[in-house]
């Protein structure tokens, strides 16, 4: 490849930074630049927890960093390779519609700085910037960004196959790809979880899949409706379930039924009482109610791959 006339500069644009909400917490999603910096990702993941403010928490996926705020503002001590970067500042902000905007104040030295500032800027996602402070080299930079406020839903679906025909993993990711074309609809992860290997009427492998996704609160029952329309049409199976879950922590609850549906054998009549003890969770009957068991089940691994692709013993 021939590389002359070619030219580069200091800012490398992330690829999308989502904001999703519970009206108190903030998880940010931040898709780091060109979809290929996992170091810049464990950098800020890193950075931001230690620097506080009002970082509860970050973690890094791959070349993503989910980083869990408080709504507020929290100071911020920046000391260069110990604390340079953070979020300072989170605020809801309403507008003319019943969709909220999210405004998000970042700060950082040197790099983290241009990173905070000028790469951010460049994502899909950013409704508008703010530069406060240019940073670079040794200066500071800070911006506030401003996000669609979203609702982030968290999608079990169990039973789309049949013996010898179908995948739930994968017509739940064309699913998910499929819904992400829609105006307001953002699809953040794919999750695999291993349900109980003994159950008898499983099918070949047993595993169930989680979807996230951040949804503005104007289409959310549009967003319903075309998944379950998705479902119907691919699914094999006439047990095809899917169950909801909307906010951003999930109760200890889900946890534990979770677990229980990985390592024993859960009935329908089990499925019932935990709905009943659990109405914020929305189970949908698409070809038969079977599948609703592994689909409530899958909910509290959605953002825990590792450890939901684990059988148990």
């Given at each position: ?23 108190t ?6 898709d ?14 890193y ?27 929290g ?9 340079p ?43 508008n ?12 930079g ?6 669609k ?5 968290t ?27 829609m ?10 979880v ?68 990985r ?12 709905l ?10 698409v ?27």
């Open positions: 490849m021939d590389l002359d006339g070619v030219e580069v500069g200091p800012v490398s644009p992330f690829e999308r930074i989502v904001a999703v909400t519970d009206g917490l903030v998880q940010l999603y931040e780091h630049a060109r979809g290929v910096c996992r170091g810049a990702a464990a950098w800020s993941a950075h931001y927890r230690r620097s506080k403010g009002v970082v509860v928490d970050s973690w890094r996926d791959g070349p993503r960093d989910i980083i869990l705020l408080e709504t507020g503002e100071e911020l001590d920046l000391v260069p390779s110990f604390s970067a953070g979020i300072r500042k989170v605020d809801i902000i309403d507008t003319d519609s019943m969709d909220k905007n999210i405004r998000i104040e970042y700060a950082g030295l040197a790099g983290g700085g241009v990173g905070v500032t000028l790469c951010r800027a460049q994502a899909k996602g950013v409704l910037t703010e530069v406060i402070e240019q940073g670079g080299g040794d200066k500071l800070r911006a506030s960004l401003t996000l406020a979203m609702k982030k839903i999608v079990g679906i169990d039973d789309t196959d049949k013996g010898g025909q179908g995948a739930t993993w994968s017509l739940a990711n064309e699913i998910g790809v499929a819904l992400d074309t105006d307001g609809v953002e699809y953040l992860n794919h999750t695999l291993q349900l109980y290997p003994k159950a008898p009427t499983k099918t070949t492998n047993c595993v169930g899949t989680v979807l996230t996704f951040g949804v503005l609160p104007s289409i959310e029952q549009q967003f319903i409706q075309n998944l379950t329309k998705l479902l119907e049409q691919g699914s094999c199976s006439e047990d095809t379930s899917f169950s909801l879950f909307h906010g951003i922590i999930m109760p200890d609850a889900m946890h534990d039924f979770a677990y229980r549906v390592s024993e054998l859960v009935t329908l009549e089990d499925l019932d009482q935990f009943e003890q659990n109405p914020y969770i929305k189970l949908h009957i070809t038969g109610r079977m599948g609703g068991i592994g689909a409530v089940g899958a909910l509290a691994f959605a953002e825990r791959h590792e450890d939901a692709v684990v059988p148990e013993q």
